[in-house]
């Protein structure tokens, strides 16, 4: 079976914390990405990486920032945690061939920044 | 660039109800298209998909077609249960490219 993993279900973290969420996948993906669930705003892309030790912006990459050291790993950091950083976070990796591309989420981290 | 518009939540409706959720996008060239579900508690989840004009993808009772004329993928099932309970996001790639661009989502709730 197919698995995306991220380390924490819930996290709380005071302002100014510096905070790594971790995200794994088995499946040899090359293709990771981050984003965040907001109510009303949907998902929103903050980074993305095509291979290892490659990342990408998205669409609102301020105030973070990522590591791909290991092919599986991809790691999101919060360098100063903020209260509007508090969100649920989805990781997700993918693949593409020549008939299809899939995109496959982890269950999501719920952070909250006091 | 890309976008999708999908309508607000909630949408709250008894079991064996008809469900419509409304998707329009823009986007240059010719996106494929996809609806996501997630459960309560959960990721997301690939519901459905289709790659060019006039296809319909489906899977669980749930259709949408890509419209191509009226920039569309609205969502649909005939009789939903409660089990359907989720969060619904119309999500739209680039040909060649591996970038999803998500809707706000809906939430339905069905009540037995």
């Known amino acids: 079976d197919v698995k995306v993993t991220q380390s924490s279900r819930y996290l709380v973290k005071r302002t100014g914390e510096k905070v790594f969420l971790e995200c794994v996948q088995d499946?040899?993906?090359?293709?990771m990405f981050w984003y965040r669930q907001d109510p009303g705003l949907g998902l929103r892309l903050i980074y993305f990486s095509y291979d290892v030790k490659m990342k990408e912006k998205g669409d609102i990459p301020e105030g973070y920032s990522v590591s791909r050291e290991k092919k599986e790993r991809f790691s999101l950091i919060l360098e100063s945690a903020s209260t509007n950083q508090t969100s649920m976070y989805l990781c997700a990796s993918s693949y593409i061939t020549a008939f299809e591309e899939k995109l496959f989420f982890g269950s999501g981290t719920q952070l909250s920044v006091l | 660039g890309n976008s999708v518009t999908q309508m607000e939540g909630p949408v709250t409706l008894s079991e064996e109800a008809f469900l419509t959720i409304n998707c329009t996008y823009t986007a240059t060239g010719y996106p494929s298209l996809f609806w996501y579900v997630q459960y309560p508690g959960e990721g997301l989840q690939l519901l459905l998909k289709a790659t060019k004009a006039d296809d319909k993808g489906s899977n669980k009772g749930f259709e949408a077609t890509y419209r191509k004329e009226t920039t569309s993928f609205h969502l649909e099932k005939g009789s939903v249960q409660v089990s359907d309970s989720a969060v619904y996001f119309c999500a739209l790639i680039k040909a060649a490219g591996n970038k999803l661009t998500f809707g706000g989502g809906t939430r339905v709730l069905v009540k037995p």
């Open positions: 499946m040899d993906h090359e293709n």
